[in-house]
C-alpha cells in the first residue's frame, strides 16, 4: 500500500474540477444541441458567475487581466436578444 499523499491544493483542484464539469456539462450541450440555455440551466449559470465574482474578492491573484473588468464582466446582469424585461 502507498503512503505517497496527494497535496491538499490538487485535491481541492480536482474536486473542483468534477464540480464544475457536472454544472457546465448541462448548460454547454443545451447550447451546443439547441441554441439556448434553457430555464432550468439559469440559475446554474447566475450562481457560477457569483461564485466566480466571490472568490475574485477572497483569492484575486487567480484571475488575469484587469481586475474591475473581470468583477464587472461577472457582476452585469445579460439578456437574449429579443428577450423583453419582466
Do not use: C
Amino acid at each position: 500500500m502507498s503512503t505517497h499523499r496527494v497535496p491538499q491544493a490538487q485535491r481541492a483542484f480536482l474536486v473542483a474540477s468534477i464540480a464544475m464539469g457536472l454544472v457546465v456539462w448541462s448548460v454547454a450541450f443545451n447550447l451546443g444541441a439547441f441554441g439556448v440555455v434553457f430555464f432550468k440551466d439559469v440559475f446554474a449559470v447566475v450562481v457560477t458567475a457569483t461564485v466566480a465574482l466571490l472568490v475574485s474578492f477572497v483569492v484575486p491573484e487567480v484571475f488575469a487581466g484587469p481586475l474591475w473588468a473581470v468583477r464587472l464582466l461577472l457582476a452585469s446582469p445579460r439578456r437574449q436578444h429579443g428577450s423583453s424585461p419582466p
